[in-house]
């Protein structure tokens, strides 16, 4: 209902600027996107089905007039993953219910007033907090679309937020003050049948009756997730200040919301009793809640010579954490624990003639006891490192993206190459590569390993 009162209100105001003395840009994108699973282990799960089969059609809207203005982004997308793995599975093993999905996202619509010193902008909104590339530390503003393959390796997958917008612009700073009253959670790969699914959730679990020296098989089931109510008390606050200096450019956060990704409460279901049987566990059920969270952070970036060295953290007071589905069903009630969390990266970017190369350290520290959490790590890190070099009058660019786990050194190599055939009209081919660690280690990327996907990517703009 959101999305369709936001798109009326903006057609509604589109029309009356381009009435007045105003005007109307309309852009957009069309792309479309295959790729197939070629991992070399796993023969029976993934080797060459379709991971990606993908096309957009993106609109962009923009209208002016005086110092109004008002933007559209809004997308048509077809997925037809499993329409293509239907025509590839030639010894029928996989049934498919359905040929693939169609959907409208209205990913921003809002308007605005800009003035000489301050602004307001209202309307679903996007916004990208803190100076890290692909890793989020300051930047818990918008959700994460992580509903499917294609969304987790898009170049952009957050989510834009309802949202009223207010802003002091000075001649070396900026304010934005953020007030969000509806929640907007991180879209999951819940759906039946998406191949994301089972690293969430699994379709089954076991279940050991030592007394009966017998280990069942529980069907597990997911409820809907409980989203905090709509009401005023209930919406999310930000704040950010940045400064822009000689030597430097700073900023400072600060948020008050809900973690947009809920935890999971699991319960055990049981048959009726039948004499001179007991009731017997028959299934297991997951629910889902989300907690109310707060974050202090900062960031900077410092240019030293050719090169910029970029900083960033963030504290999270008392934030909650999973428990482990074992000390959930042994009881207490919580599902949950608080505990203070910091997050820290350094970065720095190089850009010489023809080349660009970024490399990023980051960590996540969480304090206290942890021996329930189904996090066992107070301590994590990785590190990204990335490289691209255009060629042939700058129409061909070849870039390499790597990123590493060091807790359980699993990795993530992204090869790729463009061709601009045109200013409008490019072609890309590339891979997805995720590598489990020492002695199957899954960690953070391991765990995408059967997908390991190489991919073909077509793109028009106008």
């Known amino acids: 209902m959101r999305k369709f009162v936001l798109s009326i209100l903006l057609m509604l105001i589109t029309f009356g600027f381009s009435f007045a003395d105003g005007g109307v840009d309309f852009s957009g994108d069309v792309e479309a996107v295959v790729g197939a699973s070629a991992h070399w282990r796993d023969r029976d799960a993934y080797k060459g089905h379709f991971t990606l089969g993908d096309a957009f059609f993106t609109g962009k809207l923009d209208a002016y007039y005086n110092n109004f203005s008002g933007y559209a982004n809004f997308s048509f997308i077809y997925n037809g993953v499993e329409l293509l793995n239907t025509i590839s599975d030639f010894d029928k093993k996989t049934k498919v219910r359905n040929f693939g999905y169609r959907s409208f996202a209205m990913n921003e619509a809002w308007i605005d007033y800009s003035g000489a010193f301050w602004g307001i902008r209202v309307g679903r909104q996007k916004a990208a907090w803190g100076k890290a590339d692909g890793v989020d530390i300051t930047n818990v503003l918008c959700p994460s679309d992580m509903s499917s393959f294609a969304a987790i390796t898009s170049d952009n997958s957050k989510l834009g937020v309802d949202a009223l917008r207010f802003s002091l612009n000075g001649n070396s700073f900026t304010a934005d003050a953020w007030w969000i009253p509806f929640f907007t959670p991180a879209k999951l790969p819940l759906d039946e049948g998406n191949i994301l699914r089972k690293l969430l959730v699994p379709d089954t679990v076991d279940f050991p009756i030592p007394a009966m020296n017998t280990t069942l098989v529980l069907p597990v089931k997911i409820k809907e997730f409980e989203k905090p109510k709509a009401s005023i008390k209930n919406g999310e606050y930000g704040l950010k200040v940045s400064g822009y200096f000689s030597a430097l450019d700073v900023s400072l956060y ?35 809640e989300y907690k109310r969270m707060a974050m202090l952070g900062a960031d900077a970036a410092l240019p030293i010579g050719p090169t910029v060295l970029r900083l960033e953290t963030a504290y999270f007071p008392k934030r909650h954490f999973q428990k482990s589905a074992e000390s959930i069903l042994s009881g207490g ?43 066992t790590d107070k301590f994590t890190h990785g590190a990204t490192l990335s490289a691209s070099r255009n060629f042939l009058n700058e129409t061909l660019e070849a870039g390499l993206s790597f990123a590493v786990n060091f807790d359980d050194f699993d990795t993530m190599f992204a090869p790729s190459v463009k061709y601009s055939v045109s200013d409008q009209t490019s072609v890309s081919v590339g891979a997805y590569i995720f590598l489990a660690g020492p002695g199957g280690r899954t960690g953070e990327y391991g765990k995408y390993k059967n997908l390991s996907t190489f991919y073909l990517k077509g793109k028009y703009s106008f």
């Open 254 to 288: 600060g948020f008050y919301g809900w973690d947009d990704v809920p935890l999971l409460n699991y319960s055990i279901t049981f048959s009726a009793p039948q004499f001179p049987y007991p009731a017997m566990p028959n299934g297991m059920v997951i629910s889902g």
């Open 333 to 375: 009630g919580e599902f949950s624990e608080q505990h203070n969390e910091l997050a820290a990266l350094v970065g720095i970017d190089w850009m010489p003639e023809g080349w660009t190369f970024t490399a990023q350290y980051h960590f996540d520290r969480v304090y206290g006891d942890l021996k329930q959490l189904e996090r």
